[in-house]
């Protein structure tokens, strides 16, 4: 461990926070030399201060660790270029639209990687009014069934969590033509399937989207 660059971070993420030493070290119950002395590079927090430091300053333990954030690239903010993530332990869904360092659980977390060949898993369309209504059939059961829909073009997304023993159907806007349809199978994984494809499949009109989407 490198005591000089995490006193540099220490004292990089104490600012940001608008925090004094006294300040930090108070909430550990330390003193603020304590704080200068790791910020001054001569020396590094026990073990047991990691976790707590690291609520104080809002960083990812594993960062200050490391003594640098190595941060990424500017979101272009692009939603179709969107990625989504699922926690292994307790299900919690989360996305990203560019690239981030996500974790849940205390695990890290991959970017899902979609398939576009699951034929059993395609779903069924039908316009009603405004609105596409997706059927499938799927398993809703609690040991397999989908978790979520999410539609997306490139400046929005429609995201709609399913449950088990509920029908294995959805509503979605008629977006502009380029959405693509992500479903997601807690056996088979993530799903992409691009909407006006699915449209010439079940052999309807693709009728001109709306700008906005109210929900």
Same mark, same amino acid.
Request: hydrophobic letters at 35%.
């Given at each position: ?47 047991? +201060? ?33 990625q989504f993530y699922v926690c292994p332990t307790c299900g919690n869904i989360l996305t990203s639209t560019g690239a981030a360092s996500i974790a849940c659980c205390g695990r890290q977390l991959q970017p899902l990687s979609p398939a576009t060949s699951a034929l059993k898993h395609t779903p069924h369309i039908e316009e009603i009014e405004d609105e596409y209504y997706a059927t499938m059939e799927h398993e809703m059961r609690r040991e397999h ?16 969590? +399913? ?53």
């Open positions: 461990m490198d005591c000089a660059k995490v006193g540099k971070l220490i004292l990089q993420l104490r600012t940001e926070k608008g925090l004094t030493q006294k300040q930090v070290a108070d909430q550990l119950n330390i003193t603020n030399k304590t704080i200068s002395k790791w910020e001054c590079g001569l020396g590094c927090p026990d073990v047991s +201060l990691w976790e707590e430091l690291a609520g104080v300053l809002g960083a990812d333990i594993l960062k200050l660790l490391q003594g640098e954030l190595n941060p990424n690239r500017p979101d272009i903010g692009k939603m179709n270029q969107i069934y989908l978790l979520f829909a999410a539609c997306v073009n490139d400046d929005r997304i429609w995201f709609n969590r +399913l449950y088990p023993e509920q029908n294995a159907a959805f509503r979605f806007p008629n977006m502009r033509s380029g959405a693509t349809l992500y479903l997601y199978c807690t056996q088979h994984g993530l799903m992409r399937y691009e909407v006006d494809v699915l449209l010439n499949k079940c052999k309807l009109p693709r009728t001109k989207g709306r700008d906005s989407y109210e929900r």
